[in-house]
């Protein structure tokens, strides 16, 4: 079955982009507006100490000049990833990534300049210009990092220099959404059918072992043949985040990542190591996997499909959409309007086509609904997607709707907390749904899979990170022959001794996307673990557990990630909530052992 061409996609599933701009013409009047906003921004330059209004007007500027971009950016990179082979909305993309720029390089002089204001002043500042207080957090989280700041001329060099540290990243998405090819494959029926990203895993979950195993090499063979290529981007990626790192006077490019959000470096060094003290659980994982699959030798293909066989079910998007909505009813009312709201007004661009990005995300822009990016397959993954997505962007609602502007966006840190929240209320409401004891353990199977994919999968993906950024920064180059080594031991450890580590997994680091944002993925874990914790309390039927959690979501970044979640009475510079996590993997295995 081919692809179908993005023109042959339904209206009704695809997102209403024309909720951001109504064509493309308004998106380029907007572009001419925007320049106009970053050279009148410029006129601030050395003012900031004159008066408090000078300071107040500029912020304002600041704060609208920014909002503009977003929603200028949003839609020309959403447009791109509706079919990134398409030229014309590359060109968007591109013109999109240069306004950033020249908007980063236009207001460099401000955090110097804010800084360079005596605290006394600010104090009279606060008190001559009461709206000023509007902003009080954002000069303070300047101030917090000024040892980190450089003077006028080194923040507008960075900002020059950060067009041309993207590039790497630039260069991958292009070849990994846009260039990329694989080999045909058969199916099950022994038909020749095409391997895309987004069917990868769908293959990766078939019953029938050949198909598992002919989906497994035709991927990694490609990305074999091109890994020298793949390795130099990584290189170039973590060598720009070394620069940066060392240029602001952080002791890595870890704790210059971690400290935006004010992440401790301990939390993630905790994270990998509590994780390393119950690999014995994943262990037990691999063997129960090896068991049920009735093989001599259980191979990296084999590690997605069920351990349940002949319960599998396909849904339509029709039915993804009630299930979301009856396993989110813990929840309360308010939060399922909003998910019928989005499911209604077309938040989603549902359906895989040809040069569609792979995988699923929800972006917006502040002022208009959130939007999701789906590549939906009709299997039990792509539901919990489904809820996964629509918690990031329901999140994203709360956030815009208590916040201004400047405290609206998230934190990365929290940025799982919602989805991954909505998943574990999805799989509890299942479970105690089917009666049925083959269906319960195809369920417990899922849940499994989410704590293997999330918890263990993503800390090793962290402890690859921490590695091969470790070996930058000590002058070591990443070759291909580094980065694979490093990989294919790693996977050794989690794995353990009864899964097979063939040689292609060796090249799966090649396929992940998220290693162009430096130490994200740690975060998927952390909040996973923060999510088990916030939804045990949920359905318990804790007083005040819904609405702490709607305190959370609401917050945006008007406080810190860690004192947001105090809110929901987590606390994740102590180990708790990753070991409570585990403790959960643990019960779930045992209950999967009785089955």
């Not at 105690?432 to 269906?439: A, L, R, S, V």
Request: proline share 2%.
């Amino acid at each position: 079955m081919k692809l179908m061409k993005r023109e042959e996609q339904k209206k009704e599933d695809t997102w209403a982009l024309e909720d951001l701009y109504i064509n493309d013409d308004a998106w380029k009047s907007d572009g001419i507006r925007l320049q106009f906003a970053i050279d009148e921004i410029k006129e601030y330059d050395g003012k900031l100490q004159d008066s408090a209004g000078k300071l107040l007007e500029c912020l304002k500027a600041y704060a609208d000049v920014n909002c503009l971009l977003e929603t200028y950016y949003v839609y020309a990179n959403e447009r791109y990833h509706q079919d990134t082979a398409n030229s014309y909305y590359q060109g968007f993309a591109g013109e999109a990534e240069i306004k950033m720029n020249l908007l980063q390089a236009a207001v460099s002089y401000m955090v110097p300049q804010i800084l360079a204001i005596p605290k006394e002043k600010l104090d009279e500042f606060y008190k001559e210009e009461p709206e000023l207080l509007e902003y009080r957090l954002f000069i303070e989280n300047i101030q917090r990092q000024k040892e980190h700041t450089l003077d006028e001329k080194g923040e507008a060099m960075l900002a020059a220099a950060n067009e041309v540290a993207k590039g790497a990243s630039n260069i991958y998405s292009m070849f990994n959404n846009a260039d990329v090819r694989f080999a045909d494959i058969r199916d099950e029926k022994g038909e020749t059918v095409s391997l895309t990203q987004g069917r990868f895993v769908t293959f990766m979950e078939n019953q029938d072992r050949r198909v598992r195993k002919e989906a497994f090499t035709s991927l990694y063979a490609t990305y074999k043949q091109n890994i020298n290529t793949v390795a130099a981007m990584f290189d170039a990626n973590a060598r720009a985040s070394a620069f940066f790192a060392k240029e602001r006077l952080y002791d890595s490019a870890l704790e210059a990542a971690l400290d935006d959000s004010e992440i401790p470096v301990e939390v993630y060094h905790k994270l990998i190591e509590t994780v390393h003290d119950n690999l014995d659980a994943m262990h037990d994982y691999v063997a129960l996997r090896k068991k049920l699959l009735c093989v001599e030798e259980l191979h990296m293909y084999d590690v997605y499909v069920p351990m349940v066989s002949g319960v599998e079910k396909k849904y339509t998007f029709e039915e993804a959409k009630a299930l979301v909505l009856e396993g989110l009813a813990p929840l309360g009312e308010d939060y399922l309007e909003l998910l019928r709201e989005g499911f209604a007004n077309r938040w989603i661009d549902i359906y895989e086509n040809e040069g569609k990005r792979t995988g699923a995300y929800s972006w917006g822009a502040y002022g208009v609904h959130p939007y999701v990016l789906l590549n939906f397959q009709g299997t039990l993954n792509h539901v919990f997607t489904l809820a996964h997505e629509m918690g990031h962007a329901l999140h994203s609602h709360y956030s815009d709707a208590n916040q201004p502007y400047l405290y609206a966006g998230y934190k990365i840190f929290v940025a799982e907390v919602a989805s991954t929240c909505n998943e574990a209320l999805l799989i509890h409401y299942l479970l105690e749904k089917t009666e049925d004891e083959k269906e319960k353990a195809y369920l417990i199977n899922y849940f499994l899979e989410q704590f293997k994919g999330t918890l263990f999968r993503q800390t090793m993906f962290a402890e690859f990170e921490m590695m091969t950024h470790d070996m930058v920064k000590e002058g070591k180059a990443l070759t291909a022959d580094v980065l694979c080594d490093t990989y294919r031991r790693l996977n050794g450890i989690y794995f353990g001794p009864d899964m097979v580590i063939d040689e292609e997994i060796a090249y799966e680091w090649a396929r992940i996307p998220h290693f162009y944002t430096p130490f994200y993925v740690y975060q998927y874990a952390t909040g996973f673990a923060a999510a088990i914790a916030i939804s045990s309390r949920i359905l318990k039927g804790e007083e005040g557990a819904v609405r702490d959690y709607k305190r959370f979501l609401s917050g945006g970044s008007s406080m810190s990630p860690i004192e947001l979640l105090k809110l929901c009475k987590v606390d994740m510079t102590k180990s708790g909530p990753v070991e409570e996590a585990l403790n959960v993997f643990k019960e779930y295995l045992n209950r999967m052992k009785e089955v």
